[in-house]
T-cell receptor, first 110, second 112 residues
Framework: KNEVEQSPQNLTAQEGEFITINCSYSVGISALHWLQQHPGGGIVSLFMLSSGKKKHGRLIATINIQEKHSSLHITASHPRDSAVYICAVLNSGGYQKVTFGTGTKLQVIP | NAGVTQTPKFQVLKTGQSMTLQCAQDMNHNSMYWYRQDPGMGLRLIYYSASEGTTDKGEVPNGYNVSRLNKREFSLRLESAAPSQTSVYFC???????????FGPGTRLTVT
């Protein structure tokens, strides 16, 4: 079993829909990172969080440390949100160890 | 600020050839990383450098070497390329706190 599991693996949504991507992990962490990878391949940081909730524009990230679970929400989705969303955890046991999920591929249709 | 830059963007090698992937960051970060990304798998750590002058193996170091030339630059060398090294390679650097990683644009490498 992977240390970081994302669901769903693929997601197709209509423009305007509310989207949720989930990330579950099985190790102790000091922080969790949500990343966005566009079709061109570049990877951009969206959020870094260790507790609670963060919001940036239409994106909201939450984390529940006790349940070892994080969610990324996109409100009023738009075709430009189409990308792969990657969850990564910074393991608490090792300063440099980051474990990545395999990503959720999102397509938003106009 | 350019952030993290990588060269080249694309490369095709024949089996047995060597090459060096270059990475530089202008954010004064201590930590730098090399990852590979393969279809259906998460990013995997090849090597990292916690500070200038130090390097350590990650999850998949076989067939690679690295050099932390100075605080800005971290290069990845393939001494004798193999088809299994066909992948997309990402360099990243990281804040000391809050540990946020910044990625380069990637190098798409094909070994035939």
């Amino acid at each position: 079993k992977n240390e970081v599991e994302q669901s769903p693996q693929n997601l197709t949504a209509q423009e305007g829909e509310f989207i949720t991507i989930n990330c579950s992990y099985s190790v102790g962490i000091s922080a969790l990172h949500w990343l966005q990878q566009h079709p061109g391949g570049g990877i951009v940081s969206l959020f870094m969080l260790s507790s609670g909730k963060k919001k940036h524009g239409r994106l909201i990230a939450t984390i529940n440390i006790q349940e070892k679970h994080s969610s990324l929400h996109i409100t009023a989705s738009h075709p430009r949100d189409s990308a792969v969303y990657i969850c990564a955890v910074l393991n608490s046991g090792g300063y440099q160890k980051v474990t990545f999920g395999t990503g959720t591929k999102l397509q938003v249709i106009p | 600020n350019a952030g993290v830059t990588q060269t080249p963007k694309f490369q095709v090698l024949k089996t047995g050839q060597s090459m060096t992937l270059q990475c530089a960051q202008d954010m004064n970060h201590n930590s730098m990383y090399w990852y590979r990304q393969d279809p259906g798998m998460g990013l995997r750590l090849i090597y990292y450098s916690a500070s200038e002058g130090t390097t350590d193996k990650g999850e998949v170091p076989n067939g690679y070497n690295v050099s932390r030339l100075n605080k800005r630059e971290f290069s990845l060398r393939l001494e004798s390329a193999a088809p299994s090294q066909t992948s997309v390679y990402f360099c990243a650097s990281r804040d000391d706190t809050p540990y946020e990683q910044y990625f380069g644009p990637g190098t798409r490498l094909t070994v035939t």
